[in-house]
Each structure stands twice: as C-alpha cells, then as structure tokens.
C-alpha cells in the first residue's frame, strides 16, 4: 500500500542535486502541486528529465524560473525562453533526445533493459560519443536505458494501494515515468479504496508507486485548476 501524503512532505525525499522525472507534455498531465512543493523547498542543482521545459510560470518551467535546474534531459526547450537564456549562458546544460528515442529509454530504464538498437539519429549529431552497431549491413544505435532517482507523475483517479488511472492526454510520458525511477510520487485528483478502480482502465500497476498526494481538482469549462 502506497503512503499517502501531503505534497510537502512527500518532495522532502528530494535532496540537493537529484535526478527528477516528470511527466506530462508542456502544461497537459504535468504533477503540477508537486512541482510547486517543489519550488516551495527550493531544492537545488536538480537534474529535470522530461519531454519539454513547458513555459515560464507552468509545470517545470517553475523551476527553472527559480534556479533549481543544473541539467535538462529531454527532447525540446523551444517553448521557454526562460530555460534557452539558461542554456545558452551556461547555467543549465541540456542533453537534447529524440522523442521517440526519449520515450523509449525509459522504458527500457522502467523494463531493466541494457538498452535498444534504433536508426534514428544515424549520420547526425545524435550519433555523437555513442556506439554505433551494424545488424544486417544496416548501422543502428545504442541508446541506453533512463532512469532517475525520483519520480514525480499525475494520475486522474488512484486508489489506497497505489494502482493509477489516467485522463485523456495526461496520459503522457506518466506511465514511462513511473516505471523509470527509484523513488515514485504520484498526484490524483480521487484516491478511492482498493478494489473500486476498474482494472481494465488501470495504466500504471501499484509495484510501482511508493508515495500518493491527493490534489483538489475543479474544472471550469475547459479549464482545469489544480489545488
């Protein structure tokens, strides 16, 4: 059975330079009430792996307007110009991945893998300081497997055990996250006692999650706000 916790002291396992999960895509299924706990510690010299460092104000790009991100792994920065003035002045250093590549070394992090063949990248400067590996005549890859310390994920609904559900487009990059880290800490909207989930509509399976934090939800129209 997963603890359930307050968003504040569930972040408290996150120390001074630690590598840190999130998912989610820009705004969309990001863990938004742990990040602000986050932002309220004020950990530092955090490595962020995650698709996109969102906008100034939203998601992760939190963290990035207070100072806490020492390294970005993921596969775009073009939304913040926060997280580019970053890099560019040499404050965060940033290792830039292929989407496809990127979700896929999770899961090969998540699976216990030693890593995947792909093509992608091949010929590029994605190729740079990694092994090259010809199967068939045709030159592949190898891209190792991602994993962080700890993990922070949104799920829609999730119950005392820790089994989550996820809602529409927040579905992304959450369930590789979870697999992919020592530690997990999971927000949800409801958490309801174990049993009343529909096992056919749960993604991630409670093995995987240590920690849950319930997050008050009201929807406004389109508008979802997170409390």
Do not use: W
């Not at 995650?50 to 970005?72: C, E, S, W, Y």
């Not at 056919?200 to 997050?215: E, G, Q, R, S, W």
């Amino acid at each position: 059975m997963a603890q359930i916790l307050s968003a504040e002291d569930a972040v408290r396992v996150i120390k001074d330079g630690a590598s840190i999960a999130v998912g989610g895509f820009g705004g969309g299924g990001a863990p938004h009430k742990l990040i602000d706990a986050l932002v309220k510690q004020g950990t530092k010299n955090l490595t962020i792996i995650t698709n996109d460092t969102a906008i100034p104000g939203v998601g992760v790009g939190k963290l990035f307007d207070n100072g806490q991100v020492a390294r970005f792994i993921g596969t775009f920065l073009g939304t913040n110009p926060v997280s580019i003035n970053q890099v560019v002045e040499g404050i965060v250093k940033e290792t830039l991945i292929p989407q496809g590549t990127f979700a896929e070394r999770l899961r090969a992090g998540g699976a216990g893998l030693g890593g995947f063949l792909t093509p992608v990248g091949v010929g590029t400067v994605v190729e740079e300081g990694k092994q090259k590996i010809e199967v068939e005549g045709k030159p592949y890859l190898l891209e190792l497997p991602l994993r962080a310390d700890v993990a922070l994920v949104k799920a829609h609904r999730a119950d005392t055990l820790g089994n989550l559900v996820y809602r529409g487009t927040a579905r992304n990059f959450n369930p590789a996250m979870a697999t992919a880290a020592d530690h997990v800490i999971a927000e949800a909207g409801e958490i309801v006692a174990a049993g009343e989930l529909d096992p056919n509509a749960v993604v991630t399976p409670f093995v995987y999650i240590d920690v849950l934090v319930k997050v008050s939800v009201t929807r406004c129209g389109r508008i979802t706000i997170v409390q």
